[in-house]
C-alpha cells in the first residue's frame, strides 16, 4: 500500500486554520477537493522535508514546495476542484489569479510585513510567540526581509520612489481589486456557482487574513468589511470547511485526534530540552564573560585514594 500523501504547512492562529497566505491556500483547496492528506501544522520550517512551507511530500517520496505545483499534482492525482468548470469559466480562472497577485497580494505584504504597527503588533509577534527557540530570534527577521524582495519584485521598475506615493498607489489599486471581487460574486455562494472551485480557495485565503488579523493599522480591512458579500462569503467557508479551526473559541469537549490536529510528538520534550539549552548558553556566556567564576580548593584526599578526574565525576553525577 503505497504511503499517504503529507502536508506541511504554518500551524493556524487569529482564527485561522493556517496565519500563512500559501498553506491556507493549499490547504483550503485540499478540503474543497477531499484529498486524503495527513496534515502538519507545525511553527518551525526547517521540519518541513523541503526546510519551507508548504511542502507537500507524495506518496511516492517526492517533495514539492511551491502552492501551485502542489495544487497541480492534486489534480493529477484526480483531486480536481475544476473538473467541472467549462472553458470561459477556466479563463476567467486565469485572469483572476493573476488579478489577485498583481493587485492584492502586493498590499497583503505591505500590510503584514512592511506596515510597521502591523509587523511589530501582530505579524512578528505571531511568529515569535509561536517559533521554537532560538528561531524566533532571527527567523521573523529573515521572513520579513523575504517578503520585502518579493514585494519589490511585484511592484516592478516603474514603481513610484516617493514611499507614501506607492503606498497610495498600491492601496488604490487594492480596494478597486476588492471591489471587483465583490461585483464578480454577487449573491453566488461561490464564484462559480454552488460548488468552490481554485478560484475561492485562492481568493479565501487573501480574503480570510485580511478579515481575521485584529490589525492596528487596517486601510485595507476597513474597506473589506463595507464589502458585505465578501466577508459573508468568507464565514461562509471558515464555517463550512473548517468548523473548529475556525472557530474563535474552540468547543469545551475534546475532539478525537485527526491527521490535521495532531500534537507533535515528544513536544513537552522538545520544550524542555529548549529551555536547558537557552540556561547552558547564558551560563557559558556568564562563564566566558568573567561575570562568574568558579574557585576550586584541592579536594582532601585519605592516603592510597586515587583522584577522579572531571569527566568521571560527570559520569558518576
Given amino acids: 500500500m503505497a504511503a499517504p500523501m503529507e502536508l506541511f504547512c504554518w500551524s493556524g492562529g487569529w ?17 474543497f477537493t477531499g484529498a486524503p492528506l495527513k496534515v502538519h501544522k507545525i511553527t518551525n520550517p526547517w521540519r ?59 498590499v497583503l505584504i505591505h500590510t503584514f510585513w512592511v506596515d510597521a504597527k502591523n ?19 532571527f527567523l521573523p527577521g529573515r521572513m520579513q526581509r523575504q517578503y520585502m524582495e518579493r514585494l519589490q519584485l511585484l511592484c516592478g521598475e516603474h514603481r513610484p520612489e516617493d514611499e507614501e506615493e506607492l503606498e497610495k498607489e498600491l492601496y488604490q489599486e487594492a480596494r478597486e481589486c476588492l471591489t471587483l471581487l465583490s461585483q464578480r460574486l454577487g449573491s453566488q455562494k461561490f464564484f462559480f456557482g454552488d460548488a468552490p472551485a481554485s478560484l475561492d480557495a485562492f481568493v479565501f485565503s487573501y480574503l480570510a487574513l485580511l478579515q481575521q488579523a485584529k490589525l492596528p493599522s487596517g486601510k485595507l480591512q476597513a474597506h473589506l468589511r463595507g ?22 473559541v474552540p468547543p469545551p469537549c475534546q475532539t478525537p485526534a485527526s491527521p490535521e490536529n495532531e500534537e507533535e510528538p515528544y513536544r513537552r520534550r ?39 578526574g572531571m569527566a568521571e565525576e560527570d559520569e558518576e553525577e
Fill in 15 to 31: 482564527g485561522l486554520p493556517s496565519v500563512d497566505l500559501d498553506s491556507l491556500a493549499v490547504l483550503t483547496y485540499a478540503r
Fill in 48 to 106: 518541513s522535508p523541503s526546510g519551507t512551507l508548504p511542502a507537500l511530500q507524495t506518496s511516492h517520496g517526492e517533495v514539492i514546495s511551491v502552492p501551485h505545483k502542489i495544487i497541480t499534482h492534486l489534480r493529477k492525482e484526480k483531486y480536481n476542484a475544476d473538473y467541472d468548470l467549462s472553458a470561459r469559466q477556466g479563463a476567467d480562472t486565469l485572469a483572476f489569479m493573476s488579478l489577485l497577485e498583481e493587485k492584492l497580494l502586493p
Fill in 119 to 137: 509587523y511589530v503588533e501582530v505579524t512578528r509577534k505571531w511568529y515569535a510567540e509561536a517559533m521554537p527557540f532560538p528561531l524566533n530570534f
Fill in 227 to 248: 464589502l458585505h458579500n465578501l466577508c459573508a462569503y468568507c464565514t461562509h467557508i471558515l464555517s463550512l470547511y473548517f468548523p473548529w479551526e475556525g472557530a474563535e
Fill in 270 to 308: 522538545n520544550q524542555i530540552l529548549s529551555v536547558l539549552a537557552g540556561l547552558a548558553a547564558m551560563a557559558g556566556y556568564a562563564l566566558l564573560s568573567g561575570i562568574v567564576s568558579i574557585q576550586r580548593a584541592p579536594p582532601a584526599r585519605a592516603p592510597g585514594t586515587r583522584a577522579l
